[in-house]
């Protein structure tokens, strides 16, 4: 487990250049429900070849299944997709505009990964390439896909897989330690208590102060990570409360930690391009 080190970060700040705003999203339909229809929001790269196949990042917005959307992560889809990746922003079922709960949020997020894969040649996306990422209860639905084989929708081709490749997680809620009204058995929904050979590489990126997700739980997370044989990094922020991560300074610092975990594992190349 490494700590953020604020000097090298201060250091590669002040020589990355952010240079993403012209990137705009094309809205996609990639789901039609009682409640609605869903978007994913597709950013590509500036210079995008539809012949080539790109690494894929997948956000979820937080928000605690009940409010927010897919802008929430509008600048970290901006760069990643200036690094040259296809950057893409989820639209999923929320209590406050579609009256759902959880679970629907859960098979949303599971839909969109397939979609995503089973459409990836159109999208010019490599299938076998597509990290999901988001934060809090986001955090929540990309660990679901990557590691709870329920609440699939059972109308989808269910061969195509809607489990990632790389996970990106932000003040993750991972574990559920009490009944809730939307589910009998929280257990079911936890991915905490569902890991398993196989679980995709994963990086956290919390706070010391988080009182949702605390501190002991992510350690213990990463331990039956690494008991299942997976990859797990852990970077703390100290002092850092819950939904930190869009934050001032806390901004940058977790892009910066984002792209050097996605260039370790092969998903961009060269250096960061961020700075403050």
Not at 175 to 189: Q, T
Request: net charge positive.
């Amino acid at each position: 487990m490494r700590k953020l080190h604020c000097s090298l970060v201060v250091f590669f700040l002040a020589i990355f250049n952010l240079s993403f705003s012209q990137i705009s999203p094309e809205k996609v339909l990639y789901k039609t429900t009682r409640q609605g229809d869903l978007n994913l929001y597709i950013y590509n790269p500036e210079d995008f070849n539809e012949s080539q196949l790109y690494n894929c990042i997948v956000f979820f917005h937080g928000g605690g299944w009940n409010s927010g959307d897919y802008k929430q992560f509008e600048r970290q889809s901006k760069y990643f997709a200036s690094r040259g990746m296809i950057a893409i922003s989820v639209e999923y079922r929320i209590r406050n505009k579609h009256g759902t709960s959880p679970i629907e949020a859960m098979e949303d997020a599971k839909s969109a990964i397939r979609f995503i894969r089973s459409n990836a040649k159109l999208l010019s996306i490599n299938p076998n390439r597509i990290a999901a990422a988001g934060g809090s209860a986001g955090g929540h639905l990309a660990a679901v896909a990557g590691n709870i084989d329920s609440f699939d929708n059972p109308n989808e081709d269910l061969t195509i897989s809607s489990k990632p490749n790389l996970l990106i997680l932000y003040n993750p809620v991972i574990h559920f330690v009490r009944k809730w009204l939307w589910i009998d058995n929280p257990s079911k929904a936890s991915p905490y208590d569902n890991l398993k050979k196989g679980a995709p590489p994963t990086i956290i990126l919390t706070g010391t102060e988080d009182k949702i997700v605390p501190v002991e739980l992510i350690k213990n997370y990463k331990k039956r990570m690494e008991a299942v044989g997976s990859r797990c990094e852990v970077i703390f922020y100290e002092g850092a409360e819950h939904a930190f991560f869009n934050r001032g300074q806390d901004f940058f610092e977790t892009v910066l930690e984002t792209d050097i975990f996605l260039k370790s594992n092969w998903y961009i190349s060269g250096p960061p391009t961020i700075n403050n």
